[in-house]
């Protein structure tokens, strides 16, 4: 079983600008799928990003042209570099593949878009 630790949320402004990182205990990438996902309070869970194993992406209307989804698969590691956020964008950010893996998911990383 994977584990998958997410890290770098936080408080930023409107506009402002966050890299999540979210760490895999093995190697997964190159033939796994991967992705982005978040949920805010009282929605459910999204797909926001997803990175294929040769490195396709592709994202949710709501953020294609401000987030960038990537991997380093020497340090299995996938980022979700998330610019020009809105208040919308507050959520509790996960990773996991994709499709996910019910038994993979972190604890999330939260993230607070507000002035």
């Known amino acids: 079983q994977v584990q998958l630790v997410e890290s770098g949320g936080g408080l930023v402004q409107p506009g402002g600008s966050l890299r999540l990182s979210c760490a895999a205990s093995?190697?997964?990438?190159?033939?796994?799928?991967m992705g982005w996902y978040r949920q805010a309070p009282g929605k459910q869970r999204e797909l926001v990003a997803g990175i294929t194993s040769g490195g396709n992406t592709n994202y949710a209307d709501s953020v294609k042209g401000r987030f960038t989804i990537s991997r380093d698969g020497a340090k299995n590691t996938v980022y979700l570099q998330m610019n020009s956020l809105k208040p919308e964008d507050t959520a509790v950010y996960y990773c996991?593949?994709?499709?996910?893996?019910?038994?993979?998911w972190g604890q999330g990383t939260q993230v607070t878009v507000s002035s």
């Open positions: 093995r190697s997964i990438f190159s033939i796994n799928a």
């Open positions: 996991n593949r994709l499709p996910a893996w019910n038994n993979a």
